[in-house]
C-alpha cells in the first residue's frame, strides 16, 4: 500500500512559553503514537515535532491512506451450547452471529478449537482498515487531550455561540497528507493548507502549503519562521556565541532561560546591549537574574566568570535599523538595575543581627511555628553537629543565627531566588568571620555533585542542620514525598545529607575515631528540638529509611543493583557506603566471588533455619573431619587480616582477603553434613559456620551477589 509524509498543524495565540517545548514534544509523539496503534504508521516512522510562539505541528514519514485489513478471531461459544445434538446451530448462536453482522449460513463454517467440555465456537473475519480522514481525526483528539496544559482557557468560536477549551484559542487547522488536505477536524476549525508566518516579517500574510515536506522552507523563506524548536534553539545558541566571540566574553549559561526564549521567538536576531558600569557595583547574582528573569536577556561574563556591563537581546524582529531596538532594550533594563542597586543600598544598613527578632512575626509552618522557632532548632542542631565533627562551635551557632535574617530584607523580597546568597554578602559588609558568611552563602545550594573536598566545615554543619531540621520537622507533621510530589525538596534535602557524610567522612579517611557524627544520634537529637507531641513517634526509624533510600537509588545506577543490596542489607555508616560499594564492586570481579557467594547464601539459610540459638565461636577438639580443621584453620588465619583492613577502612582488602576462603569452605560443604544427628556435633558445625559468616559479610552481606 503506498504512504505519503503527513502534516498536522494547530495555529494558534502566542502559547505560554515556560510549557511550549514539552507541549511540541507530547503533541507529536502522541499523534504518532496514535497512528501506529490504528496501522497507518509503522512504529518506525520518523516523527518530527514543531512548536513556535504560534503553532504546534508534527510530520510523520509513511503514513498510510488506509490501514491494513486485519484478520479477527472471535470466540462465540463453546460448541455444547452453540450446536445441538444433531449438530445444528442453536438460537443462542444465530443471535450471536446476527449481533457481529453474520447471517445463518456462517454457522457452517465456524472454526473449532479444544477438547472436551472446553472445545468452543470461533468465527473468523476481516476487519477493514480505517480511513486515514477517520483515524487522523482520532488521533488528533487524542494528541490534544494529552497535551499538558498548564491552565486551560475557554474561547468563543466565530459562531458566537460555541465555546470549546484549549491552551490558547486556535486560528488555524492544517492536516496534508502528501499533497492532500486530510478532512479532520478540530475546535471548530476544518483542516486546510493555509498557515501565517511571522508577524511582521513574513513576505505574506497567509502562507499556502504545496505538500506536507515543504512545511519547513516555506515557513522559513515566506514566513521568516523557524518551525522547529531544536532547530530555533540551535539558532540562537550560534547567533549568542558569534555575538559574544568577538568581545572575548561569554553568555550566561542556562538551558531554562535558552527555552524560554526559544518559545518567545519565531525568527531571533541576537544584539548587543549595554548599561552602565556603575551597577557593577551591585551583587552580579542580582543583575544577572533580574537581567534573566524580568528582561530574558543574556548577561555576558569574562574569562574570569564576571559580569561586565554588557548583554545580549534576542530579538523577535531584524529592522535595517537595529538602534531604536538596543536603544529600548537598554531604557527597559536601567531600572531595572536602578532598583536592584536600592534595594542592596538599603539592606546594608541594617544589620543582619538586628533582622533576627523580626522572623519570629514570619509564619513557617502553622504546625511547626514560625522561622525565629525554626532558627533556634537549626541552632541546636548545627551546635550539636559542629561539637561531633571538630569545628568551631560558636562559628557554626553563628551562622545558624543568621541564616534567615535575608529573608527580611527587601532585595530577597524582590528577588527570593537569592535567599542566602544575599545573606552571604550581607554578612561579609558587617563583618562577620567569612567562615559565617559563607556558610550563610552556601546553605541553599542544590547541586554540589562537582564538590569533592570540604573548603569550611562551618558551611557543611549548617547545611547538615537546616536539611535535617526540615526533614524531621515536615516528615514529622505526615509531609511525606508522595509519587512525583514532593513540595518540600525532602528527597533533595536527603541527597544533600548524604553529600556532607560523604564529604566530612573524607575528612577524617586517615582519622576514623575523629568522625563521631551517626547519622541515628543526628536524626534523635534532631527530634528532641522539636516541641513534645508535634512530630509522630515513629519518625526517627522514617527518616532514616527514607536517607537510605535515597542513597541506594543514588548509587544504583553506578555500582548496579546486587552490589547495592548487598551494601545496604545492614545499613553501614553513611559516609562509609560509598566506598564499600567500590570494594563490593571489586570483589564481584575475583574468580573466586561466585562461589563464595553461593556458599554465604547457603550458609546464612542454614543458620536461619538452625533450632535455638548458635555458639559465635566453634570448638577445634570437637571437629572429627579433616574439612572441619581445614576450614577452622584458614578462618584462624584469614579473619583476623580481613578484620584488619576492615578496622583500618581499607574494605576492599577486606574482602580480597575472602578469596582464600573458596577452597576450604568448597571442601567443607562437599565432606560435611552440618546438620549430623549428634546435637553436640551439629552445634560445633554451626558455631563454625557462624565465625565464617561474620568474617565474610562485615563489608556487606554478600549472598547478595548470589545469582
Known amino acids: 500500500m503506498s504512504t505519503q509524509n503527513l502534516l498536522v498543524e494547530l495555529f494558534t495565540e502566542e502559547l505560554p512559553p515556560k510549557a511550549l517545548k514539552q507541549l511540541g514534544e507530547t503533541f507529536a509523539a502522541a499523534l504518532a503514537e496514535s497512528l501506529v496503534a490504528q496501522g497507518l504508521a509503522d512504529a518506525s516512522a520518523a516523527v518530527t515535532n514543531f512548536a513556535s510562539p504560534r503553532r504546534l505541528g508534527a510530520h510523520v514519514a509513511q503514513v498510510r491512506a488506509r490501514a491494513?485489513?486485519?484478520?479477527?478471531?472471535?470466540?462465540?461459544?463453546?460448541?455444547?451450547?452453540g450446536l445441538d445434538a444433531?449438530?445444528?446451530?442453536?438460537?443462542?448462536?444465530?443471535?450471536?452471529?446476527?449481533?457481529?453482522?453474520a447471517d445463518a449460513a456462517a454457522a457452517n463454517s465456524l472454526r473449532r478449537e479444544g477438547e472436551g467440555k472446553n472445545e468452543s465456537l470461533f468465527y473468523d473475519s476481516v476487519a477493514p482498515g480505517v480511513a486515514l480522514a477517520e483515524g487522523l481525526q482520532k488521533a488528533l483528539e487524542a494528541a490534544m487531550a494529552k497535551l499538558p496544559i498548564p491552565k486551560l482557557m475557554t474561547y468563543q468560536l466565530a459562531d458566537g455561540w460555541s465555546t470549546v477549551n484549549f491552551v490558547r484559542p486556535v486560528h488555524g487547522l492544517v492536516a496534508l497528507h502528501g499533497t492532500d488536505v486530510v478532512p479532520v477536524s478540530a475546535l471548530g476549525l476544518e483542516a486546510g493548507r493555509v498557515t501565517q508566518g511571522h508577524r511582521f516579517e513574513a513576505k505574506r500574510t497567509a502562507i499556502t502549503l504545496r505538500d506536507a515536506d515543504s512545511y519547513v522552507a516555506q515557513l522559513r523563506d515566506e514566513g521568516a519562521v523557524i518551525a522547529s524548536f531544536a532547530g530555533?534553539?540551535?539558532?540562537?545558541?550560534?547567533?549568542?556565541q558569534a555575538a559574544a566571540a568577538p568581545l572575548n566574553l561569554a553568555p550566561v549559561d542556562d538551558?531554562?532561560?535558552?527555552d524560554e526564549v526559544t518559545a518567545l521567538v519565531e525568527q531571533p536576531n541576537v544584539l548587543l546591549g549595554r548599561f552602565e558600569e556603575t551597577f557593577l557595583d551591585v551583587p552580579q547574582e542580582c543583575l544577572i537574574l533580574t537581567m534573566k528573569a524580568n528582561q530574558k536577556y543574556f548577561p555576558l561574563l569574562d574569562a574570569e566568570g564576571k559580569l561586565t556591563n554588557k548583554f545580549l537581546i534576542v530579538s523577535n524582529i531584524a529592522p535595517a535599523d537595529v538602534s531604536a531596538v538596543i536603544g529600548g532594550n537598554e531604557r527597559v533594563v536601567r531600572p531595572?538595575?536602578?532598583?536592584?542597586?536600592?534595594f542592596f543600598d538599603q539592606d546594608r544598613r541594617t544589620r543582619l543581627q538586628s533582622r533576627v527578632p523580626g522572623l519570629a512575626k514570619v509564619v513557617y509552618h502553622n504546625r511547626l511555628g514560625t522561622q525565629g522557632e525554626r532558627v533556634e532548632r537549626v541552632r541546636a542542631i548545627a551546635r550539636w553537629v559542629a561539637e561531633r565533627v571538630g569545628t568551631d562551635v560558636e562559628l557554626a551557632d553563628r551562622a545558624a543565627l543568621l541564616a534567615k535574617a535575608d529573608l527580611l530584607t527587601e532585595m530577597v523580597g524582590e528577588f527570593p531566588e537569592l535567599q542566602g546568597i544575599m545573606g552571604g554578602y550581607y554578612a561579609r559588609h558587617d563583618g562577620e568571620d567569612e567562615r559565617v558568611a559563607q556558610a550563610i552563602a552556601d546553605q541553599y545550594l542544590v547541586r554540589r555533585d562537582e564538590t569533592d573536598a570540604v573548603s569550611n566545615l562551618v558551611s557543611e554543619v549548617l547545611q547538615i542542620a537546616d536539611r535535617m531540621e526540615t526533614l524531621v520537622g515536615i516528615w514529622g507533621i505526615g509531609l511525606k514525598p508522595t509519587g512525583d510530589k514532593d513540595p518540600f525538596a525532602l528527597r533533595r534535602h536527603a541527597l544533600s545529607i548524604i553529600k556532607s557524610f560523604q564529604l566530612i567522612g573524607a575528612m577524617f579517611a586517615d582519622d576514623k575515631p575523629g568522625l563521631r557524627l551517626s547519622l541515628d544520634e543526628l536524626i534523635a537529637h534532631a527530634v528532641t528540638v522539636f516541641p513534645a507531641g508535634v512530630l509522630a513517634s515513629n519518625v526517627a526509624e522514617e527518616v532514616k529509611l527514607f536517607i537510605y533510600e535515597r542513597n541506594a537509588n543514588q548509587l544504583t545506577s553506578v555500582f548496579g543493583a546486587e552490589t547495592v543490596a548487598a551494601v545496604f542489607a545492614n545499613l553501614p555508616p553513611l559516609h562509609e557506603i560509598v566506598q564499600r560499594c567500590r570494594a563490593v564492586s571489586d570483589f564481584a570481579k575475583l574468580p573466586e566471588a561466585p562461589s563464595l557467594a553461593a556458599a554465604n547464601k547457603r550458609v546464612g539459610n542454614i543458620l536461619r533455619k538452625a533450632a535455638g540459638e548458635v555458639g559465635a565461636q566453634a570448638d577445634p577438639a570437637r571437629f572429627v573431619e579433616d574439612a572441619e580443621n581445614a576450614l577452622f584453620a584458614a578462618l584462624g588465619e584469614i579473619?583476623?587480616?580481613?578484620?584488619a583492613a576492615f578496622g583500618a577502612g581499607d574494605y576492599t582488602t577486606s574482602l580480597q582477603k575472602l578469596a582464600a576462603l573458596k577452597a576450604p569452605v568448597d571442601v567443607f560443604f562437599d565432606s560435611v553434613m552440618v546438620n549430623a544427628d549428634d546435637p553436640g556435633l551439629r552445634a560445633n558445625r554451626l558455631a563454625l559456620l557462624n565465625q565464617l559468616h561474620r568474617t565474610m559479610n562485615r563489608v556487606a552481606d554478600l549472598s547478595r551477589l548470589a545469582a
Do not use: H, N, W, Y
Open 639 to 643: 579473619a583476623p587480616q580481613a578484620d
Open 336 to 342: 531595572r538595575l536602578a532598583d536592584a542597586k536600592f
Open 232 to 240: 530555533r534553539r540551535a539558532e540562537i545558541v550560534r547567533q549568542l
Open 86 to 101: 444433531a449438530g445444528q446451530p442453536t438460537p443462542a448462536l444465530l443471535k450471536r452471529l446476527a449481533a457481529l453482522g
Open 68 to 81: 491494513a485489513d486485519k484478520p479477527v478471531s472471535t470466540r462465540l461459544m463453546p460448541v455444547s451450547v
Open 255 to 258: 538551558d531554562a532561560l535558552l
